[in-house]
């Protein structure tokens, strides 16, 4: 079975083509981060703009590269929910295009679910129920996930998302946008001493002992503070401390959620998870405490991409999930597929 995917619920237009939602046939992305730069953020309005430029080349380059027609096509899967809703009409408008032309099904799907649907392109098989670890430039949440199509919040953020946290240090610091990459390769420079004491205070400290829950905009002025006070301390450190404190609640929070819900696998997705001090962190706590976790090592399945929505596309489709053009966008994430 082919599926093409389309997500254009942020910054990045991109279309994939997935067999059986598994394989890869082909995979295109156009990244907006050299347009939204200089406002250290995405901009909305220039996102949906960006992605009605470009959509009709990805779509035709994906294509290409996979070497199929619209004819070959069992059905398009496309990011409704959550995101930003110009840029989400934009995409769903390409399906309802196709749908138009090919009467080709479409699936609408959530796109935080395609996130965790995305470890099935590098041949992993989810075993159901598991937790869903998100962290990304908009998301920092954990999900119990009983099947695909189907997810329960354990603990949301209260305010900024990690990856936020992380785009907003860096101006701090004065390093480029997105701040991910950059605060990742400064820290790396960073050896702490043996035993150093963390130079930022614990997030959420005074969280009740069963919540599950995250706030990142904390460390953002904790850092802001240190550095106004402390100026003479080198870059390296601070992004390794701040790396340090944010992660310390990530690990928190994965064993309460693990404690509440007895689910002890776990799906890490979302931009973040292309940090690798995380991700080896995340698999050295699974080990210690007996977790299987599962995230993916392609760092282009990490980010927002067309593949994992045709793949979460595939098995909603199998379950009998499709639409024609009655299907709406919306910028929060909805409980039904359409
Ligand atoms: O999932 P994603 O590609 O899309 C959005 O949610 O928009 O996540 C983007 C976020 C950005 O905030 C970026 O700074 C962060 O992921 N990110 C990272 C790394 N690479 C990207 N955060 C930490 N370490 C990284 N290596």
Do not use: W
Not at 278 to 292: G, I
Request: charged fraction near 20%; include cysteine; charge should be negative.
């Amino acid at each position: 079975m082919i599926g093409l995917g389309i997500e254009s619920s942020c910054d990045e237009t991109s279309v994939g083509i997935v067999k059986d939602g598994t394989e890869i046939l082909s995979l295109k992305i156009f990244t907006q981060i050299d347009l939204h730069k200089p406002f250290r953020g995405v901009v909305p309005e220039i996102a949906s703009r960006s992605h009605l430029e470009k959509i009709n080349l990805v779509l035709s380059e994906s294509m290409e590269e996979a070497g199929i027609g619209f004819e070959d096509l069992d059905y398009v899967a496309v990011t409704r929910s959550p995101g930003l809703t110009g840029s989400l009409m934009i995409g769903a408008q390409l399906a309802r295009c196709i749908h138009a032309v090919f009467r080709t099904p479409i699936v609408p799907v959530c796109h935080l679910q395609s996130h965790f649907a995305a470890l099935q392109l590098e041949g992993v098989q989810p075993i159901f129920p598991t937790l869903g670890l998100l962290l990304s430039g908009g998301n920092s949440a954990i999900y119990r996930i009983p099947e695909f199509g189907r997810m329960e919040t354990v603990g949301d953020t209260m305010d900024d998302a990690l990856g936020e946290a992380f785009d907003k240090v860096a101006g701090l610091l004065g390093l480029p946008y997105p701040g991910g990459p950059a605060i990742e390769e400064e820290a790396s420079k960073y050896v702490p001493e043996e035993g150093e004491k963390d130079l930022l205070p614990p997030l959420l400290r005074n969280l009740e002992q069963d919540r599950v829950a995250f706030s990142f905009s904390g460390v953002k002025t904790a850092v802001a503070h240190l550095i106004a006070k402390r100026p003479e301390l080198p870059v390296p450190k601070v992004c390794y401390h701040f790396q340090n404190t944010a992660f310390e609640l990530v690990e928190r929070n994965l064993k309460r959620a693990v404690a509440v819900t007895g689910c002890r696998r776990i799906i890490a997705a979302g931009g973040v998870l292309a940090n690798s001090t995380l991700k080896k962190r995340l698999r050295k706590f699974a080990e210690k405490n007996y977790l299987e976790l599962f995230a993916p090592d392609k760092k282009i399945l990490c980010t927002d991409n067309g593949a994992m929505v045709a793949t979460l596309g595939y098995y909603l489709f199998q379950k009998g999930y499709s639409t024609g053009l009655e299907f709406t966008v919306s910028p929060v994430r909805q409980e039904t597929y359409v």
